[in-house]
C-alpha cells in the first residue's frame, strides 16, 4: 500500500512538469506557422500534421533539464571500433546483393553516371548503408521527430527547418504514412533530410514526382545528385588504400594537411593489393586517414572522400560506402586487417578532448568521438609528452593526462 501511494505522489509531482513541457510544445508548435505558411503550407495540412502531436522525448541529442545528456544510441558510425563497424561478412552480403541489383538496375545506373558523374556501385552502396537496400524498416514519425528535435534538441533551429520543409512535403503530396525516418529525421531509401530533398530530389523514372520511398531510380539519381551537388569528381576514387611506413606520423591525418599522391608515395606509402596508379592519380591532392591510428589500415583521400563525409559525417560511414562500392565492382577486402582495439567510452573521449583543448592542441567540438582531429590532437600530445605515438585514444593515455 506504501508502494503504491509513493508511486501516486510521484506522478502527481510530475504531472504539472510534464503539463508545462507540452504547453511549450503547442506553443513552439504555434511559432512555426508563419513560416510553414511561406514555404505555401496551407492551415489544413499544418493542423493536419500537428493535431494531437506531442513530443518524443525517449529520443537520443535532447537537451531536458534535469535529465543528463546521454550519446546517441544506434550511431554504430561514433560508438564501435573500425573492426567492429566494417565486418567482412556484412561486406560479403551487401556486395553479393549489390551486384544483383547493379545487373537489375544497369540502365538507370548508367543513366546517373553520364548525368551525374557518379559510378553506379557508389550510390548502391549508399542505399546499402542506410537502409540495407529496403529491408530496412525505419522506425520513427518523422513529423514528430524533426518537431521534437526542433523544440528540445540540441540543434533547434537546424531541426526547425527540416521540420518545416518536413510539412512541405506533405504539402506536396507525400502521404504522412510514407515518412518513416531515422531518429534524426532522415527519409526515404538513401536518407535524405526534407531540406536536402528539395535541393536534390529528382524524379528519374518519368512518372512526375521524386519519389525517394519506392522508386529505386528516384533515390539512387537523389542521392548522385546530392554528392554532385556536393563536390563529386566524375572519373576519379573515393579513397586508396597504402601501407604506411615505419616513421609515418599519424598526428598528421587531417583534411589541411594534403600533397599530391606522388608525395605521399615517395615518402614511403604503398598502393595496396599493388595497384598501380596512373600519372593524374599521382597528381591528385590527397591527405592522409588512419582511422585506428598506427594499428590498422591506412588510407589516402582525395577530394570524393569528402563528399561522401559531406552526405554522412563519420570517417567509419565514407569507409563502408566506399569500401562496399569497390566489393561491388569486383575488389577484394582491405588489404590491412583491423585490430582489435577497444573504443573508449563517450565520456571519456570528451574527457580527453577537453583536456586536449586547455593545452591548445584541439579546436574542434568536445563531442566525445574520437575522429580525425582528435586523433591528430591525441598524436601530438604523446609526441609532446615522450609517448608512443599512435594517435588513438586508450585508457592509459587518458590516465596519463589525469596524472
Not at 511559432?31 to 496551407?42: H, I, K, N, R
Not at 492551415?43 to 493536419?48: L, Q, S
Not at 525517449?58 to 565486418?87: C, H, K, M, N, W
Amino acid at each position: 500500500m506504501r508502494i503504491a501511494t509513493a508511486i501516486l505522489v510521484a506522478l502527481a509531482l510530475l504531472m504539472p512538469a510534464a503539463q508545462a513541457a507540452d504547453s511549450a510544445f503547442q506553443q513552439w508548435l504555434q511559432a512555426t506557422w508563419p513560416q510553414a505558411q511561406a514555404l505555401g503550407v496551407s492551415r489544413t495540412t499544418f493542423d493536419a500534421a500537428t493535431r494531437g502531436l506531442e513530443p518524443d522525448l525517449s529520443l537520443p541529442d535532447l537537451t531536458i533539464p534535469g535529465r543528463p545528456s546521454s550519446p546517441p544510441p544506434g550511431q554504430p558510425e561514433f560508438v564501435q571500433t573500425p573492426a567492429q563497424y566494417l565486418r567482412e561478412p556484412a561486406f560479403d552480403r551487401l556486395a553479393a546483393r549489390g551486384r544483383q541489383l547493379a545487373a537489375q538496375h544497369r540502365d538507370t545506373l548508367t543513366r546517373i553516371e553520364k548525368e551525374f558523374g557518379v559510378p553506379g556501385n557508389v550510390v548502391l552502396a549508399i542505399w546499402a548503408r542506410e537502409t540495407d537496400y529496403g529491408g530496412y524498416k525505419l522506425p520513427h514519425d518523422a513529423i514528430r521527430v524533426l518537431a521534437t528535435q526542433g523544440f528540445t534538441g540540441k540543434r533547434k533551429e537546424f531541426f526547425r527547418n527540416e521540420f518545416l520543409h518536413a510539412l512541405k512535403m506533405l504539402q506536396d503530396g507525400t502521404p504522412r504514412a510514407d515518412m518513416r525516418s531515422s531518429w534524426g529525421g532522415a527519409l526515404g531509401l538513401t536518407q535524405f533530410l526534407p531540406s536536402e530533398f528539395y535541393k536534390y530530389g529528382i524524379d528519374f523514372d518519368d512518372d512526375a514526382r521524386a519519389d525517394i520511398f519506392r522508386s529505386v531510380p528516384d533515390a539512387l539519381a537523389s542521392a548522385a545528385k546530392q554528392l554532385a551537388g556536393k563536390g563529386w569528381q566524375p572519373g576519379e576514387r573515393w579513397a586508396y588504400e597504402v601501407r604506411a611506413p615505419q616513421n609515418a606520423d599519424c598526428s598528421i591525418g587531417v583534411p589541411d594537411i594534403a600533397m599530391p599522391i606522388g608525395e605521399w608515395l615517395a615518402r614511403g606509402f604503398v598502393p595496396a593489393q599493388g595497384r598501380q596508379l596512373s600519372a593524374p592519380e599521382n597528381a591528385l591532392q590527397a591527405s592522409l586517414l588512419q582511422p585506428e591510428g598506427s594499428y590498422g589500415p591506412a588510407f589516402l583521400t582525395p577530394k570524393n572522400y569528402y563528399v561522401i563525409k559531406d552526405y554522412n559525417f563519420s570517417d567509419l560511414y565514407v569507409l563502408f560506402v566506399g569500401h562496399l562500392s569497390d566489393r561491388i565492382a569486383g575488389s577484394r577486402a582491405f588489404e590491412t586487417p583491423w585490430s582489435k582495439n577497444a573504443q573508449l567510452k563517450t565520456q571519456e573521449v570528451e574527457s580527453m578532448q577537453q583536456r586536449l583543448t586547455s593545452l591548445g592542441l584541439y579546436k574542434d567540438k568536445i563531442d566525445g568521438k574520437a575522429g580525425m582531429l582528435t586523433r591528430a590532437a591525441l598524436g601530438a600530445y604523446q609526441k609532446k609528452n615522450g609517448l608512443t605515438v599512435d594517435c588513438w585514444p586508450t585508457a592509459a593515455v587518458l590516465q596519463h593526462m589525469r596524472r
